[in-house]
């Protein structure tokens, strides 16, 4: 197995099945992230070493936090306004789609307050996943043609949106209207080779799924399977590469007071024994000081 950047350390000791969308609340100073199949929504103050988590009936793939002060929620069985303190769930939009084969993933709001959440496809024999933006109490289709939906992010000027399809390797970046919400000119911003039949993994470099922008502009996705962190330049060119403990990171968020700490969620769920067994922190947070803060983190509504 490679070496880990130095730098890296452990975060979180408790392991979900498959973490993903980790988010720091502005407001509270504190990390919150998903355990998708675990069903489960955690929260983890640095500052106390706290962790707390509330259990639900259905999958919850990621969170947002909401002016109000409530989380916006995406789960399998719809778009959900979450009080933490009184642990009530409000529906705000039903699912766009059958929640026996799909389900959505990754989800976050533009600079404007309006949340964009992509779906997965789960059978991955097509791509007919999608990609949705909800604003007004309006859940509207906005893209489609992929299997996974993931890599969500806007540039530091707000006019550049990313989104990437896991499955094909590829990560697009699209012209964005911070007024209207139009999308256009997609164009591959980042693709990478596709594992192929009898491959090991020590010579493939994984799939990208989440990912967040710095202020510089640059791109830091995760390479699921791939067991890297990858900084890529506004032009998608790599700046950065950070190896990692466990062999699947799933998404990289920006935290602590000066968002200079990458917080990144990894997963174990349905790996290997031997893999669990050389990568015991697998399912673990981690974190990873930075020189270049991250952009802050946008709030529904």
Known sequence: MPAADPGIT?????????????????????????????????????ASGELAHWDFDTDVASCAPMLDGALLLAMRDGL?????????????A??????????????????QGRFWVGTMYEPRDAAIAS????SNDKLERKAEGITISNG???????RTMYWSDTTAHTIYAFDFDPATAAIGNKRVFASFPIKQPGQDLASYGGRPDGAAVDVEGAYWVAMFEG????????????????????RCA????????????????????NRPAEELLAQPLAGCVF???????????????
């Not at 990609?131 to 909800?134: G, N, R």
């Open 94 to 111: 039903e699912p766009p789609y059958d929640t026996k084969n799909e389900r959505f993933n990754d989800g976050k709001c533009d600079p």
């Open 80 to 92: 959900w306004r979450f009080d933490a303190a009184t642990g009530r769930r409000t529906r705000l």
């Open 250 to 269: 799933t998404m990289p968020c920006f935290g602590g007071p000066d968002l200079k700490t990458l917080y990144i969620t990894t997963a174990r769920l």
């Open 152 to 158: 969500l992010a806007w540039s530091p000027n707000g």
């Open 131 to 134: 990609l949705h933006c909800y």
């Open 10 to 46: 452990l975060a979180v000791a408790s392991a979900s099945l498959l973490g993903e969308s980790p988010m720091w609340h502005p407001r509270e100073q504190v990390l919150y992230y998903c355990d998708i199949p675990g069903r489960r929504l955690q929260r983890f103050d640095p």
């Open 227 to 246: 067991q890297r962190l990858l900084r890529l330049s506004s032009d998608g060119e790599l700046l950065r590469e950070v190896t990692l403990p466990v």
């Open 287 to 301: 974190a990873l000081p930075v020189d270049v803060p991250g952009l802050p983190v946008n709030l529904f509504g």
